[in-house]
């Protein structure tokens, strides 16, 4: 039944703040197992029974839809993850930039090592939507 276990905790990795998670693997494995136990009854090899079970249970959107107000959640929870992800390659690309014009046109700007500014002005980008993510993954 660890392989029931290890398919749901998948499954809802990034959908659930940790408690909600905790609570909602126990019952979707619970389930699973009984209906895993049926499987078996009427004849069915264990191995086979937990694939079959698994293939029937769906996938992480038949599981929201059980969970309406959760579904909204992880949604934003999706799009905060997004938006981290976006800021942080929009961050690496205009430092690189940033970086390659500074030492490109050395001798214009007369060893001044001015993306620094820049490095340190945009790190505020990345990290405020990391505060954003954290906060509505909570």
């Known amino acids: 039944m660890n392989k029931i276990k290890s ?3 998948k499954l809802l990795k990034d959908y659930f ?4 998670k905790k609570e909602l693997i126990e019952l ?3 389930s699973l197992e009984e209906k895993v136990e049926d499987l078996v009854e009427q004849g069915t090899p264990r ?7 698994i293939q029937e249970f769906g996938d992480t959107e038949d ?11 992880a949604s934003l929870i999706n799009k905060r993850k997004n938006q981290l992800l976006y800021s942080i390659w929009g961050y690496i690309i205009i430092v690189g930039l940033a970086i390659f014009i500074n030492f490109t046109f050395f001798e214009i700007f007369a060893k001044i090592p001015w993306f620094v500014i820049v490095c340190l002005g945009l790190l505020f980008w990345p990290i405020t939507m990391l505060y954003r993510y954290l906060l509505i993954k909570k």
Do not use: G, W
Request: no cysteine; glycine share 0%.
């Open 28 to 30: 979707l494995t619970i």
């Open 7 to 9: 398919f749901i905790s």
């Open 63 to 73: 599981v929201l839809k059980a969970f309406p107000d959760k579904q909204k959640r």
């Open 47 to 53: 191995d086979e029974a937990i694939e079959k079970s």
């Open 17 to 20: 703040n940790e408690e909600d």
